[in-house]
Nanobody
Framework: QVQLVESGGGLVQAGASLRLSCAASGRTFSSYAVGWFRQAPGKEREFVAAISWSGDNTYYADSVKGRFAISRDNAKNPVYLQMNTLKPEDTALYYC???????????????????WGQGTQVTVSS
């Protein structure tokens, strides 16, 4: 069982930056693909960014491309989401998700992930 813990959310003004962290309780992410998703009130959970277990492959939603960056450190734990030039439409509950993979691949869909964190709130004021 993998327990994921997100941190780093908060209330910021438009244009500011935040860095979210996702840590696996008691273990490393070394063989897990990791993704970030977000869900705003009244909307479905949507894909934000994904990284393969090797860290060599990343992918972003068009809405965040060029502003957000997903990364993982050499020890594979934790995984970060650097969010720059935040906009009010980025306001949401941000979730980290993980799934064990046997190749260094990207997972882009909610249904492909096995483990989820509780989420961290990001609120961007205009």
């Amino acid at each position: 069982q993998v327990q994921l813990v997100e941190s780093g959310g908060g209330l910021v003004q438009a244009g500011a930056s935040l860095r979210l962290s996702c840590a696996a309780s008691g273990r490393t992410f070394s063989s897990y693909a990791v993704g970030w998703f977000r869900q705003a009130p009244g909307k479905e959970r949507e894909f934000v960014a994904a990284i393969s277990w090797s860290g060599d492959n990343t992918y972003y939603a068009d809405s965040v491309k060029g502003r957000f960056a997903i990364s993982r450190d050499n020890a594979k734990n934790p995984v970060y989401l650097q969010m720059n030039t935040l906009k009010p439409e980025d306001t949401a509950l941000y979730y980290c998700a993980a799934a064990q993979t046997y190749r260094s691949i990207l997972l882009l869909r909610v249904s492909e992930y096995t483990y989820w964190g509780q989420g961290t709130q990001v609120t961007v004021s205009s």
